[in-house]
């Protein structure tokens, strides 16, 4: 049997997607990448992965996507779900079909998918999955409306999900940072801070090591909880 681990990673055509597809194919994995951009396209080719053009909030996609992936590699070890940003609005400005639009992408895509690898990773004997959230998914901020309810909600279900499949040695975690890009330039039009920790964002390389190490067998005790990659940003212990 291939024992190269597998691993899925949405939103992976540029950022933290991107930067964890990378990451996890310079330590062994064999890739699965899911973005609506072309771009993935060429990742792939890159990494010597696989590549799905496709939307998170489309369950056919990610019903394509693992069934993809198992026909490819014979198992999935991994799970990375990224996203992009969401808007960031008024909040009664925010349309029903916004609210609608950005629940089945950064909560209800999480449930969609795990639905779909759950049963291969229990016959392979365990699996390990890292869901992107942000700092102040727990302390709500008029500024990102949906990071404070939708994203509280993602890591509620992390909480649940952990609890129940841990017998099963499938672990879930969510990694909330603060400002991440690979250049200053990319932030220009956000409120970025002028006291960063090291002067700078962290990069998606540095990002993605954190999330690579909660997928690997040295985080095998850590489930069920978030990460938060913020310089202690949030006020929450």
Known sequence: MNETKVA????????????????????????????????????????????????????DDLSTLVQTTLDRFGRIDAVVNSFGDPPRLDLLDISDESWTHNFELLFLSVVRIARLVTKPMCRQGGGAIVNISACDSQEPSLGTPFSGTLRSAME?????????????????NSVAPFFVADSIEELE???????????RPATYSELAKTVAFLLSEDAKFITGTTIKVDEARSAAI
């Open 8 to 59: 899925i990673v949405t939103a992976a055509s540029c950022g933290i997607g991107a930067g964890c597809a990378r990451e996890l194919a310079a330590r062994g994995y064999k890739v699965s990448l899911l973005a609506r951009s072309e771009r993935v396209i060429a990742i792939a080719q890159e990494l010597d992965g696989i590549a799905m053009q496709g939307s998170m909030t489309r369950s």
């Open 156 to 172: 509620g279900f992390t909480k649940l999900y952990a609890k129940r499949y841990r017998s099963d040695r499938i672990r879930m």
């Open 189 to 199: 039009g956000w409120n970025v801070p002028g006291d960063l920790m090291w002067g």
